[in-house]
């Protein structure tokens, strides 16, 4: 039989394998792989999805944090496991869009990925220790300018949300960041408590509560509308830096050629949750916002990383800072 014949055989048979295990999906425990440590944003969200998720699929989901390169170490992971629903990909703005304009990935975020679900997303916001010499977004700008050797931003590595936010920080106020890599913010924001480093622009979910205790200082939030939970800080147009908008939002992918019915079972789990009345509370008291019910297909999800890839891929290119 010839070596192509013989291939197609192999990928028919294998498809058939899983698709007759789709009907039981799930029989034992699946794993989300977090490309970023525990304890940041993104391992928040997906714990307190997982945790309702397990009610409607009957089966138990763990988390799993992969992480390393800006997220790329993760998603790598599961882009390579075996498309029987097992393995789901998290990730966001950072580790399915910019990376593929940052890294040299080894895989392709869109033909080697099936789009899963949006979730939830917030607005960045600006954040300082405490020792920084501003109280108001405009002080703080005037204090950068005003700094002769670079000001430490702490980020979860090159292409995360909060380097992008880094960059685009950059772009927009002409002032340079010496940037430090952490496996995730939630080390990072340790490091700010601490007044190790000097400023983050990260995910309200993360930031919020140390702003709420008065450990860290919040400057503005990037968005045209204030966070409900946090109505005390300014967004970026009322704070003097207009226009200045990111909103980070995340998602779930599983690896391609997953069955279509495991992707829609994992789809209407995931809606399910975010239709409780216990996890919406849980999200919004991070700052997080659910997206509507029309963004919540695996094609929705398919066709806004496509958009978002054409939006940020340009300015990523212009900072020229492809990665090996
Ligand atoms: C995290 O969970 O650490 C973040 O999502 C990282 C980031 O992209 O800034």
């Known amino acids: 039989m010839r070596r192509a014949g013989l291939a197609a055989l192999i990928t028919l048979l294998t498809t058939l394998a899983f698709t007759a295990r789709a009907d039981n999906y799930p029989t034992h425990p699946i794993t989300i792989v977090v490309p970023f440590a525990a304890g940041g944003p993104s391992d928040a969200l997906a714990r307190i999805l997982a945790e309702r998720m397990k009610v409607t699929l009957g089966e138990a989901v763990l988390i799993e944090n992969v992480t390393g390169a800006g997220g790329s170490i993760g998603v790598g992971r599961a882009v390579r496991s075996a498309p029987d629903g097992y393995t789901i990909s998290f990730g966001h703005l950072g580790t399915h869009v910019c990376n593929g304009a940052i890294y040299r990935l080894g895989y392709d975020l869109v033909d080697d990925l099936e789009p899963v679900v949006l979730l939830p997303s917030n607005p960045m916001v600006i954040v300082s220790k405490n020792a920084v010499p501003a109280t108001s977004l405009s002080e703080l700008l005037a204090w950068l300018k005003s700094r002769s050797s670079l000001v430490t931003a702490g980020t979860a590595g090159a292409g995360s949300g909060s380097h992008v ?160």
Do not use: C
């Open 165 to 324: 936010a880094g960059l685009y920080f950059e772009s927009v106020t002409g002032i340079k960041l010496q940037y430090v890599p952490y496996r995730g913010t939630a080390p990072a924001l340790n490091d700010l408590v601490a007044g190790q480093i000097d400023l983050m622009i990260d995910q309200t979910s993360n930031s919020i509560n140390q702003v709420r205790a008065g450990t860290i200082r919040a400057y503005a939030v990037t968005d045209d509308k204030r966070v409900a939970s946090a109505p005390e800080i300014p967004t970026t147009d009322e704070a003097g830096l207009p226009g200045f908008h990111m909103t980070l939002w995340s998602g779930l992918w599983l690896p391609k050629r997953t069955p279509q019915e495991i992707v829609a079972k994992l789809n209407a789990a995931v809606v399910e949750a975010l239709n409780d009345p216990a996890v919406v509370k849980q999200l919004e008291n991070l700052g997080l916002e659910i997206p509507g019910r029309e963004r919540l297909t695996p094609a929705a999800l398919g066709s806004w990383q496509k958009a978002e890839i054409a939006k940020w891929s340009p300015m990523l290119r212009a900072a020229d800072l492809k990665v090996q």
